[in-house]
């Protein structure tokens, strides 16, 4: 049974979507154009600090203290994470922001849905990241600390709530009303707790290639943020807003591993 603040941890992701996809309340078009490139600036940062700090490092720190060969891991697992998230790019319909040409197979699902699904394929290697970070602590078989975990989740649930609100915000202005916009942007951070929770029944039987577990979360973290996030976030005029949120969130989720975790 997984213990009460350990539920809580898989659930801070999810929490920070809520709050982003909220701000379809009471933001408008103007806010939301404005803010929306720095904002996924910023995620991108979150993610890339996470990727490394909370992920990387501890598998190659993980295989080391094994005996193994250090780099392998971390080599190995982060391109099969790569490779994860491209085949689901490729199977999944889902529509980008300030695009009208749908990925993935072809489908007849609503502008609205594939937004909401394009989002949702940026949060499922979160909550995978999450739910190994959580298994590692659970078992006891490997250094990972609760505090770790809770420093992850707690840096994804920062760079989710501008996920968050870069889906509702733009539904809302897209003319969408404002329950429906904020049930979209939630609902594409559900996916979190269910691929966390997914991911730590599946690690119950794998600990014995856990550093490859915690590279390949770490690889589909990364392609998320190379394929999607910054091609987005420098889709507008100003492309040094995004850079400096990139900056921002790279510094503070560098800061909150090394300080907590």
């Known amino acids: 049974m997984i213990p009460t ?26 806010v939301a154009a404005r803010f929306q490139s720095t904002l996924l600036g910023f995620a991108s940062g979150v993610m890339v600090a996470a990727a490394v700090w909370s992920l990387l490092i501890p598998a190659i720190d993980e295989a080391e203290a094994a005996g193994g060969v250090a780099w392998l891991p971390a080599t190995v697992g ?24 749908p990925e993935g197979v072809r489908s007849s699902l609503g502008r609205s849905t594939m937004l909401m699904l394009a989002v949702t394929l940026h949060n499922i290697p979160e909550g995978m990241a999450v739910g190994v970070v959580v298994a590692g602590a659970l078992s006891g078989q490997v250094e990972m600390t609760t505090a ?18 870069v889906v509702s915000l733009p539904l809302r202005a897209g003319g969408n009303s404002r329950l429906k916009s904020l049930a979209y942007g939630a609902a594409s951070g559900a996916v979190e707790p269910i691929a966390a929770i997914a991911t730590i029944l599946l690690i119950e039987h794998l600990l014995g290639i856990f550093p490859y ?10 392609y998320v943020v190379v394929e ?11 492309s040094n807003i995004p850079t400096i949120g990139f900056a921002i969130g790279f510094a503070l ?9």
């Not at 770790?148 to 609100?165: F, R, S």
């Open 5 to 30: 603040e350990l539920i809580l941890i898989i659930l801070m992701p999810f929490v920070g979507t809520l709050i982003g996809a909220s701000s379809a309340v009471f933001m408008g078009e103007r």
């Open 78 to 101: 982060f391109l099969a994470g790569v490779g994860f998230m491209l085949l689901l790019d490729v199977l999944t319909p889902h529509l980008h922001i300030d695009s009208d040409t």
């Open 148 to 165: 770790a975990a809770a420093t992850l989740a707690l840096g994804i649930a920062l760079q989710n709530v501008p996920e968050g609100a």
């Open 213 to 222: 577990l915690l590279a390949f979360a770490a690889g589909a973290m990364i």
């Open 228 to 238: 999607e996030l910054i091609p987005e976030s420098h889709s507008g005029r100003h």
């Open 253 to 261: 989720m560098m800061v909150l591993d090394i300080a907590l975790g």
